[in-house]
């Protein structure tokens, strides 16, 4: 953090002393642009030196620095005052950018308790730290108790809520012998767990380490560039010395003759063109994605968005709302009379779909004030009863019912198998009815699948739900591919596999779950309202979370590749063109500048047409 905010600080100096030799204009400013380029860019020069001596490596920056340097031997410290400040607020940026993603990343362990109620022989128990865990450990995990690390169920029976690892927000019903995972939460009944795994090992901390892995592995353009400007680099600061030592050893010209050439060259082949090719119509195109609440975390992945083969999508709260609605009624009595008896004593469960079922019967019927139930009980993972108006209600599973009214039962069978949460309503011993809720899915879900199917881009979903629900939900969107029952693990595998099939692919999601799968793909896109870990592993973020933001990101994306490609086309015959022209005695510094300068100018008033808004028919 500190060097983050060091370099921070020294670009702003730079900027400063550039704007101030500007603004003064005398005969100071030489020394004020010299000023700003020793402070801007000594960690340039440091980096660049020690990559050099390490790696045997050349790079840009290291160019910039002696281009920079030349320029104020020949006279023109404005020039690498302005080089320099580019580069030095570039690296800072990309500092902090790294920065914050490493502090983020690391506050996922906090998920995770330090601290663990482990089952001594005798029958006793003991609070130890986690790290002291070894497997066959029991442990001993109490209702509302977060599992403290990965571990089977070695007695007692309970549902979990496992939100943080599958994206799924019910809870999952779990027995002896079923894998828990550390991060969870136990919600109804006290288990015994036994350790299965080291400390150091659980699901939550190899997320991390993929994210990791993937967030330092280079993209391909990016190893692509660095052997690039290597290359660059040296033939460069050959031909340069060339120009320099050939007319004086053979031509009998005068050193400061050759030396002001050799100085030209070193300036007019600088690459500023060449940046301002790329980093202005990256940020045109940043800005015009973040007004449409779309956050890029670098240039790089808006270019790759346009070779987009396939989009895979998380289920729960991408392509879904992400909370369970009422949105299936069965009564076979007095409607709003049972509607208010479910709502008198469903106020009082503790259940995850309680909420659900309460305000949606609460908005269906109107209802204007919360009636009143008795003799409240609640039988933790099977359903609650109480008294109202003299009649006695049982709300749950149907193996909490006396009953088994067959019509009702066939009906939430139906509602079952398009993914639908059932519960069952009984009056006085008789099953009268039946409430379905489920996921609902987004509206502007079908419309961005639809497009991306047009333009022939595979739609998939990777979801930790069960095969049904998967099914049924892929169908009413109109995905054409559907991996359920993927843990974390699996699905930063799936996408490995996506991207041997075909190529580019881009992924979707919002949870913890999702945060490797982000991670791996060739672009992640995480949900505005997803968590800290899932906006961190992806490249870009939706802050709206709008999902259609994908095809104005995709369209953008294809914007931005024509206008670099044109940038880069022009810049290079730019400097091609100087470069011959300076070897053959025709261009002067005032006139290689012009043409440098000129150049860079243009460059960025063309990027600057990204700023314009894409209006989709």
Avoid at 19 to 24: A, F, P, W, Y
Avoid at 140 to 152: K, S
Wanted: proline fraction near 3%; charged fraction near 20%; aromatic fraction near 6%.
């Amino acid at each position: 953090m500190k060097k983050t905010l060091w370099s921070l600080k020294e670009t702003l100096i730079c900027g400063v002393l550039l704007v101030t030799g500007l603004v003064i204009n005398n005969q100071w400013s030489d020394a004020i642009y010299i000023l700003a380029i020793i402070i801007g860019g000594y960690n340039q020069t440091k980096e660049g030196i020690m990559d050099t001596l390490e790696n045997k490596h050349l790079n840009v920056e290291l160019l910039m620095i002696l281009s920079a340097i030349g320029a104020c031997l020949i006279g023109n410290a404005l020039e690498g005052a302005i080089l320099i400040f580019i580069f030095s607020l570039s690296g800072a940026l990309e500092e902090l950018t790294l920065d914050r993603s490493q502090r983020e990343i690391q506050s996922l362990m906090a998920l995770q308790p330090t601290e663990a109620t482990r089952l001594k022989e005798n029958g006793s128990t003991e609070v130890v730290a986690v790290e002291d865990l070894k497997i066959g450990d029991k442990l001993i995990v109490a209702v509302g108790d977060t599992i403290p690390t990965d571990a089977i169920i070695y007695k007692g029976k309970s549902s979990l809520e496992e939100a943080a690892i599958t994206g799924e927000a019910l809870p999952v019903e779990k027995t002896v012998g079923d894998a828990v995972f550390g991060g969870t939460m136990n919600v109804t009944h006290p288990l015994t767990l036994e350790v299965n795994s080291e400390p150091g090992d659980t699901l939550i901390q190899k997320i991390v380490r993929m994210v990791e892995e993937a967030q330092n592995f280079p993209s391909k353009t990016a190893r692509f560039i660095d052997t690039l400007e290597d290359y660059y680099a040296r033939v460069v600061l050959v031909v340069v010395f060339l120009v320099i030592l050939i007319p004086i050893l053979f031509m009998g010209e005068s050193f400061d003759a050759a030396f002001y050439r050799g100085m030209v060259l070193l300036v007019v082949a600088s690459p500023c063109a060449l940046i301002a090719s790329v980093t202005p119509a990256t940020l045109s195109a940043i800005s015009n994605g973040a007004k449409r609440g779309i956050l890029v975390k670098g240039g790089i992945h808006f270019e790759n968005m346009m070779d987009t083969k396939a989009v895979a999508f998380d289920k729960t709260g991408t392509l879904t709302q992400g909370v369970p609605e009422l949105t299936d009624l069965l009564i076979l009595s007095d409607e709003k009379e049972v509607a208010m008896a479910v709502v008198a004593i469903e106020q009082y469960s503790s259940h995850p779909l309680a909420n659900a079922i309460v305000s949606g019967l609460f908005k269906k019927y109107e209802l204007e004030e919360y009636p009143v139930a008795d003799n409240i009980e609640e039988q933790a993972g099977f359903g609650i009863s109480g008294i109202y108006q003299g009649s006695h209600y049982r709300i749950g599973k149907l193996e909490y019912m006396e009953d088994d009214e067959q019509s009702i039962v066939d009906q939430a069978l139906l509602w079952s198998q398009k993914g639908s949460s059932i519960v069952y309503i009984e009056k006085d011993h008789q099953l009268i009815g039946v409430l379905g809720l489920i996921d609902v899915v987004r509206p502007e879900a079908r419309a961005l699948v639809s497009w991306l199917n047009n333009q022939g881009i595979a739609t998939i979903m990777i979801t930790g739900d069960v095969e049904e629900t998967a099914q049924f939900i892929a169908k009413d969107i109109g995905l054409t591919r559907v991996v359920a029952k993927a843990l974390p693990h699996e699905k930063a595998n799936i996408i490995n596999d996506l991207e041997k099939e075909y190529g580019t692919v881009v992924m979707v999601g919002d949870g913890i779950n999702d945060a490797p799968a982000l991670a791996n793909a060739s672009i992640g896109i995480a949900m505005g309202g997803g968590t800290d870990i899932a906006m961190e592993a992806a490249d870009i973020i939706l802050v709206k979370d709008d999902i259609t933001s994908i095809q104005y990101a995709i369209q953008l994306s294809q914007r931005l590749r024509k206008i670099v490609i044109q940038n880069i086309v022009f810049s290079m015959s730019v400097i091609a063109i100087l470069v011959v022209s300076n070897f053959m005695n025709k261009v002067s510094l005032p006139l290689g500048v012009v043409g440098h300068e000129g150049s860079t100018i243009l460059v960025i008033l063309n990027s600057l047409r990204l700023l314009k808004p894409i209006k989709n028919k």
